[in-house]
């Protein structure tokens, strides 16, 4: 499977997935038949993470094929995502204590066998050693392999969950500081405190169609537990009211300004904002560095092509630039980078995202009741 760092290959994705397989997504969704046959779900994560193209474009041209009903279970999981980046803005502390915690993990298990075995494929789990290379090879795995995988990680090889993480979100195309971390928090059992994920066996074979045979798990271990609370942070995102021509920084998450709520604004110059490993908590890999890096390059021909003065810049170069506004790069490495370099600017926040995050102060059960009148608000 491969991933084109391009939008025009992201819409064709789209284009195709829309046409062909949604409507078989919400029996098959569940099923990973391999690397090789990825056509029961969409595979757009790793676009709709940096923003080359965006939920709502998503989620409208399956509405443009099928009616709200027919689409839900698909809607529901494209705004899983938004879900989980509002939650994590209301308490953005759960991202700098993840952080924290695997700085001191790291230490403890330097030398780990268990934990070496575990990040180089070598365990006694046949499925488990081909998901870390699929991984590392392909840069997605299936959101069902991910439960699998965070599952077996934390409950049968009994590594802390940060460690997992981690070597998720060096290799993922589509990692993301939400997401991933809740994710992982979810499988443990301290998202939903007391609730956690266990995989089984039968599930596994079922669900990869009998591709592994003998998967000896731990089926009957317990949540895990965790002392922290994260009580909700009250936040406003508001947005200038007028927006001067002044220079725009995008980061890493909205690689396509065109599809932006700002489009039809004025800017003097769009920089292009990359982030280098040496400014990163987490170490990327190669491959996940060079499809960034790719990614900008596309966005930065788009631009040309319509004569948009713009340049990627290292965001060390932010301190060289004076009046810009900036699209908000939500909860993660890049916010981290802004804060501890003491970088005030105005932001500028997604009108999906001051619209949905108000929801997120509950579980995604209360958020799903919203979910008509997001999609209504766009429509
Ligand atoms: C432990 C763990 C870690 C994860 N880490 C990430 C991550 O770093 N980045 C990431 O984008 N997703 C993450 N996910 C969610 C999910 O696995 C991926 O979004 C999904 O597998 C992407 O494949 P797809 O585009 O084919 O999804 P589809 O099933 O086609 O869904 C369409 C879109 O909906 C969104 N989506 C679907 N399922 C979820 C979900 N459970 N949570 C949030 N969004 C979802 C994605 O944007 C996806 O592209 C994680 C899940 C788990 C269990």
New binding site residues.
Partial sequence: MEFEASRAKAVDKLNYFVENNLSEYSKL?NFDFGPNNRSN?????PY??HGVINELEVINKSLKKFSFVKNEK?IQ??L??TY?KGWLELRPNVWSDYLKELNNLRNEFKGNQNYLNAIEGKTELECFNQWVNELKENNYL??HT??WF?SIWIFTLGLPWQLGAEL??QH?Y???AA??TL??RW?AGIQTQGKHYLASEWNIKKFTNNRFQNIKLNENALPKVSEKSYPLIKREFINPQNIEDENLLIFENNISFEITDFKENKFEKIYIVSNKNENRSIKLSEKLVKFKSLLMEDQKQRLKDKSIDCEVIDISEIKNIENYYSLYPTVGENLDYLNSNNLKMNFLYRDLDQLAWQYCNKGFFNFKIYIPKIISKFN
């Fill in positions: 969704r779900i969409s595979c757009l994560s709709i993470t698909f999981e494209v899983w995502r989980w299936h959101n991910r439960m965070a998720f979100l993922l589509d990692g993301d997401s991933n994710g992982w499988v």
